[in-house]
């Protein structure tokens, strides 16, 4: 037992000295890359971003429109809108609201009377 709590010992030695090791070298990387005009690298386990289609079009419409107005000044521009409306909301009438639910009044009577005859 001795033996193998050593031999872990000396294992987890090991691996701090070989992770000290890494960041030395990711040190040293990153000064000849910066020294090189590489810049700082874009790490591969980043998420990359998803923007839907909608999104874009909107964020290119507003770009435009803040590169017209630094051409032209200070003068506010009116972009058309090219992407489709959003539908509004549809609400439902008074009337229509007490024909749905006197019908489900009925359809319900209909059921508890179903089942009033097969108890």
């Known amino acids: 037992m001795g033996n193998l709590s050593s031999a872990l010992q ?31 690298v874009q790490q591969a386990n980043q998420p990359v971003r998803i923007i839907s289609q909608a999104s874009r079009r909107k964020m290119a419409q507003a770009q435009r429109a803040r590169w017209a107005r630094a051409r032209n000044g200070s003068q506010p521009i009116v972009v058309a809108k090219t992407t489709d409306p959003v539908p509004s909301k549809r609400s439902m009438s008074a009337a229509a609201r007490r024909k749905i639910a006197a019908f489900q009044r009925a359809r319900w009577a209909k059921v508890k009377a179903q089942q009033k005859k097969a108890a």
């Open 10 to 40: 000396q294992l987890r030695v090991e691996r701090r000295q070989a992770q000290l090791q890494v960041e030395k070298l990711d040190q040293a990387i990153s000064v000849i890359e910066s020294l090189n005009g590489l810049g700082v």
